[in-house]
């Protein structure tokens, strides 16, 4: 049995849902279980739908979420032609349920919210396309994936109950596979113990078919994406950048945890912990290679180079000139926790401590306001952080050119670098 997950990229256009049925029935020896991301940039637009419902209103909310419908009812009609009626009352039905909550007054969290209305996304995208396999003839089991990943009420950030879950898969999905050998389900969601919707987090959907690949011993998952493969730096900002063609799980979770836009640290650990290889391919040409992660690390690695922007660095410095150490290093740690803030990089002296973080959400002002009673603050912004795993000389002299550097830090494999613009002098 083999897990496959579709992202939105590999969803978003009519052409390219119309190479599915090629796609599976190369794996037609294979059982398959199919997880469905939300379609293109409909999770934005859906998000969009829950700030104008908890912030502006539910006609506003209603008119952004008709452009969602009218989205999705156009794609069957392009897509669907013997069983359209039947796809576009399972549409109308996910259509219903989420008027249902805008019509009405917001009573819950706004997290809540989120979780209720962005979760459409996947369901609908999932529908669409277990009806458009069926009329391709591939029979395929339709499963709500809510019913099935059991989690907390930690609406937006869910944990998953693994032994509920567990129980739910063992029961519900293996009888499945002895009536058809493909089952397509959602990614990203999961349902509480109330039938609430929650949602799993960042790249959820990759989370998902780690789940059901741990729970039914798969023989592997492939994340199938709109790229050659895991790349060796954004092909935006790198012409250079090249597939890596075998990873360590490892140094997947070094990457992701430097930035790198890649498979999540949370995603890795259940195929790791099954030895499960997980295949990232491209959906354009599914003869590519790809790239292979299994326990077995990767042979010569070139640099590796993530780029975040956008980035504060806080100077904290003890406002009697005492140490910090101890009880203010221990108060500034509990204040980073308790706003949900992950420092990308830091730095002490002996008076002072450097943390370079996201700048987004005003988070930098919270940060300095709330620990302003114990440190003298300092904020410098649009500064720019360099990650290079197996770096080299030459790379780093390339990525630094014409920057100021700030902060650096190094271990034998890695070098993260805080840079900004080198003033342009007259």
């Not at 008027?99 to 996947?122: M, N, R, W």
């Not at 306001?369 to 990650?387: C, G, H, K, P, Y």
Request: aromatic share 8%.
């Amino acid at each position: 049995m083999k897990v496959f997950k579709f992202g939105g990229a590999s969803i978003n256009q009519i052409e390219r849902i119309q190479q599915l049925p090629a796609l599976i029935e190369n794996n037609a020896n294979s059982r398959l279980i199919i997880i469905i991301s939300a379609m293109g940039k409909i999770t934005n637009a859906l998000e969009k739908v829950v700030d104008a419902y908890y912030h502006t209103g539910n006609k506003e909310a209603l008119l952004l979420f008709e452009k969602i419908k009218q989205y999705h009812l156009t794609q069957i009609k392009y897509l669907i032609t013997q069983q359209w009626a039947n796809a576009t009352d399972a549409l109308n039905q996910i259509f219903k349920e989420t008027e249902l909550i805008l019509k009405s007054a917001p009573t819950e969290t706004y997290d809540y919210y989120y979780d209720q209305i962005v979760s459409k996304g996947e369901l609908l995208s999932s529908s669409i396309i277990s009806y458009f396999l069926s009329e391709n003839k591939i029979p395929n089991h339709l499963i709500d994936v809510r019913k099935i990943i059991k989690t907390d009420n930690q609406f937006r950030n869910a944990k998953v109950d693994w032994e509920k879950t567990t129980n739910n898969i063992s029961e519900i999905i293996s009888p499945l596979f002895l009536q058809t050998d493909t089952i397509i389900t959602q990614g990203f969601i999961g349902g509480t113990g109330q039938n609430s919707a929650t949602t799993l987090g960042r790249e959820g959907s990759d989370y998902t078919a780690a789940i059901f690949a741990n729970i039914l011993n798969a023989e592997s998952v492939t994340i199938w994406k709109d790229v050659n493969g895991v790349m060796s730096g954004d092909p935006k900002e790198f012409s250079d950048a090249e597939t890596l063609s075998q990873l360590s799980y490892k140094e997947v979770i070094e990457m992701a945890y430097y930035g790198a836009q890649v498979i999540h640290p949370k995603t890795i650990k259940p195929l790791q912990n099954k030895s499960i290889p997980l295949y990232v391919k491209c959906f354009l040409d599914d003869e590519l290679p790809g790239t292979t992660i299994t326990n077995q690390n990767g042979k010569h690695l070139p640099p590796i180079k993530v780029i975040k922007n956008q980035q504060a660095l806080l100077n904290f410095q003890s406002l009697d000139f005492s140490f910090v150490e101890g009880k203010p290093v221990n108060f500034l740690h509990e204040l980073l926790a308790s706003l949900h803030i992950k420092p990308n990089l830091s730095q002490n002296t002996a008076i002072s401590l450097l943390i370079c973080i996201d700048d987004a959400d005003q988070k930098a002002e919270l940060l300095a306001a709330e620990s302003s009673s114990v440190f003298d603050v300092s904020i410098a912004r649009n500064l720019q952080l360099i990650t290079i795993r197996n770096y080299n000389q030459e790379e780093i002299n390339k990525l630094c050119e014409n920057k100021v550097i700030l902060l650096e830090q190094k271990t034998q494999q890695t070098i993260q670098i805080l840079v900004q613009e080198q003033a342009i002098t007259q």
